[in-house]
């Protein structure tokens, strides 16, 4: 069955320091997304990404984050500078159409100390 | 925006016994409904969805039931299994744009063998 492949599984990083957490969705799909998860909490929508642009964003993304598709597989959530609120684990989606379930990955958990 | 309201918050049965989960919306402009598992250090997989137009769907051992009116809908899991346990959320989401898709708050179900 197709996956959505998210790299790495778990970033430590420093505070203020530049992540690129990477995601390869599943190749016909046509609809993108990144999604994070505050230990415990409920899943919470950051951005979605179609025909190479964004197509909405939350609150949360805010101009520290940023995404792209930099060729025809890979899809890529940059924060520049991380704070310790950005600890979470972060989801990767696709769908093949914008009225059909997700298939999301299975995360990077990304630790800002 | 959309609030999605989840209950309960956890939920212990006996294996064979019956699960019930129930969710709210607020955006009566929402007309899609998925349910997702999640199991520990997974992301969230998509086990059953319902629109709008219909008020019931059955797979197997799971239905779900939705009532426009009242803005409610349920997941119904019977014959529940041990690996029926993980964490359930469910979701709203309006389509005819790039669906930002909103999660309630969990449950997280226990099957008691």
């Known amino acids: 069955e197709p996956e959505v492949t998210q790299t790495p599984s778990h970033q430590v990083t420093q505070m203020g320091q530049e992540v690129i957490l990477r995601c390869v969705p599943i190749?016909?799909?046509?609809?993108f997304y990144w999604y994070r998860q505050i230990l415990g909490q409920k899943v919470e929508f950051l951005v979605s990404?179609?025909?190479?642009?964004?197509?909405?964003k939350s609150e949360i993304f805010d101009d520290q984050f940023s995404v792209e598709r930099p060729d025809g597989s890979n899809f890529t959530l940059k924060i520049r500078s991380t704070k310790l609120e950005d600890s979470a684990m972060y989801f990767c989606?696709?769908?093949?159409?914008?009225?059909?379930?997700?298939?999301f990955g299975s995360g990077t958990r990304l630790t800002v100390v | 925006g959309e609030n999605v309201e989840q209950h309960p918050s956890t939920l212990s049965v006996q294996e064979g016994d019956s699960a019930v989960i129930k969710c709210t919306y607020s955006?009566?402009?929402?007309?899609?409904f998925p349910w997702y598992k999640q199991e520990l250090g997974k992301g969230p997989q998509l086990i059953i969805d319902?629109?709008?137009?219909?008020g019931e769907k059955k797979d197997q051992r799971i239905a779900v039931t939705l009532n426009k009116t009242a803005k409610h809908f349920s997941l119904h899991i019977t014959e529940t299994q041990p690996e029926d346990s993980a964490v359930y959320f469910c979701?709203?989401?309006?389509?005819?744009?790039?669906?930002?898709?909103?999660f309630g708050t969990g449950t997280k179900l226990q099957v008691i063998p």
């Open positions: 989606a696709s769908s093949a159409r914008d009225d059909y379930g997700y298939t």
């Open positions: 190749s016909n799909h046509l609809y």
């Open positions: 990404f179609y025909n190479n642009e964004i197509s909405e």
């Open positions: 955006d009566s402009a929402s007309n899609y």
């Open positions: 319902i629109r709008s137009n219909v």
């Open positions: 979701a709203a989401t309006s389509s005819g744009g790039y669906q930002k898709v909103t």
